[in-house]
């Protein structure tokens, strides 16, 4: 019986989903951009 989901429910997590994997790209994004000063910082400590 719980396999059965009525139409309104449906939406809910998808868009939470959707959010989720916004915040995952950002997440990913900041760590990329630290990474890359980061590698930016050895590069001018080791020419």
Not at 9 to 16: A, C, H, N
């Amino acid at each position: 019986m719980d396999a059965y989901l009525p139409e309104p429910r449906q939406g809910k997590p998808i868009l939470s989903l959707m959010v989720l994997q916004k915040q995952q790209c950002q997440t990913f994004a900041l760590m990329a951009k630290a990474n890359h000063e980061l590698k930016g910082q050895k590069q001018k400590n080791h020419p």
